[in-house]
């Protein structure tokens, strides 16, 4: 049930300020930071410099009509809930400025509408999942200032309507691969303050949208 799913998210935001209408017999346009459409379904929750001071409750997952999550600056904590992303609808999932830790689930893959994902200024860690290349409508990547190590995987290949990839401020090393370039409409690659190695791969002057170029090699090899 929706309202038991509200009811559930707001005693573990119980500090939240606002979590309190979230109840029963509410109606939605007086909830806080609360959106519905017509028929009555969440379909967004948006939180800016809030005070959760608490984790996501696997409970939001009852949220099925859940297509926007904004929850930005609000002192989120413990890991991302693998059930997250298996929610139907979910288009936009912004997280930055929390104290997430862990890593990404590879359950991500399974959000194939999803558009943006922002998890940058965190405390996640780990290697990159393959199941991001399952995300064919992602436009937006953001994963900076975190703790991620490891290569970019190879999946992201698949990422054709990527625009803005920011992985910068992690513990990234390898090369940058040749097939950033796969994604016609990049427009921000920003991979600095990471341990990469090796050349900036020519192909990147075919991406002709590109308008910012971050590399920053650790280690150059020009010609």
Request: charged letters at 15%; one cysteine or more.
């Amino acid at each position: 049930m929706v309202v038991d799913a509200l009811e559930d998210l707001a005693s573990a935001w119980s500090s939240l300020d606002g979590s309190a209408t979230w109840s029963r017999g509410t109606d939605c346009d007086s909830m806080a930071a609360v959106y519905c459409d017509d028929d009555g379904h969440v379909v967004a929750l948006e939180v800016r410099n809030g005070n959760i001071s608490a984790s996501i409750p696997e409970s939001i997952t009852a949220l099925e009509e859940l297509s926007w999550l904004y929850i930005k600056s609000s002192e989120l904590t413990g890991s991302l809930p693998p059930a997250l992303f298996t929610l139907p609808n979910l288009v936009h999932v912004v997280l930055s400025g929390n104290q997430l830790t862990g890593n990404i689930p590879d359950t991500v893959g399974s959000a194939t509408g999803l558009q943006s994902l922002l998890l940058d200024a965190n405390q996640l860690s780990g290697t990159l999942p393959s199941s991001l290349g399952s995300l064919s409508a992602l436009v937006n990547l953001i994963l900076s200032t975190n703790g991620f190590s490891g290569s970019i995987p190879n999946s992201l290949s698949k990422l054709t309507s990527l625009e803005y990839l920011y992985l910068d401020a992690n513990a990234l090393s390898g090369s940058i691969p040749a097939f950033i370039s796969n994604s016609p409409g990049l427009k921000h690659l920003v991979l600095q303050y990471n341990g990469f190695t090796g050349q900036i791969p020519d192909s990147l002057g075919n991406v002709t949208n590109l308008e910012a170029l971050y590399p920053r090699l650790k280690h150059w090899q020009g010609d």
